[in-house]
Nanobody
């Protein structure tokens, strides 16, 4: 089965930037997305991208995050102007999801 590995998270001050990476063990040709789960909250989709590069963003990140896909097995999320409310574990997955998740990468934004 396809394995997804997220990386690039960390601790950053409000207003800072991070770039998350997603590496898949196989090429994925369906739409992909970045999801996040904050403590005590449900996992939510924050950005998605089709195989031909069409992107969608949740209102909460629109204008600050940029999703990109350089190949069928590599995807990024450039996060700028980070806010404390962006603190969460970030995951990548297909849309619809595979039914399982990688380990995610923790993003912590301090105020």
């Amino acid at each position: 089965q396809v394995q997804l590995v997220e990386s690039g998270g960390g601790l950053v001050q409000a207003g800072g930037s991070l770039r998350l990476s997603c590496a898949a063990s196989e090429r994925i040709f369906s739409p992909m997305g970045w999801y996040r789960q904050a403590p005590g909250k449900q996992r939510e989709l924050v950005a998605s991208i089709t195989s031909n590069g069409a992107a969608w963003y949740a209102d909460s990140v629109k204008g600050r995050f940029v999703i990109s896909r350089i190949s069928a097995d590599t995807m990024y999320l450039q996060m700028n102007s980070l806010k404390p409310e962006d603190t969460a574990v970030y995951y990548c997955n297909k849309i619809p999801t595979l039914g399982y998740w990688g380990q995610g990468t923790q993003v912590t934004v301090s105020s």
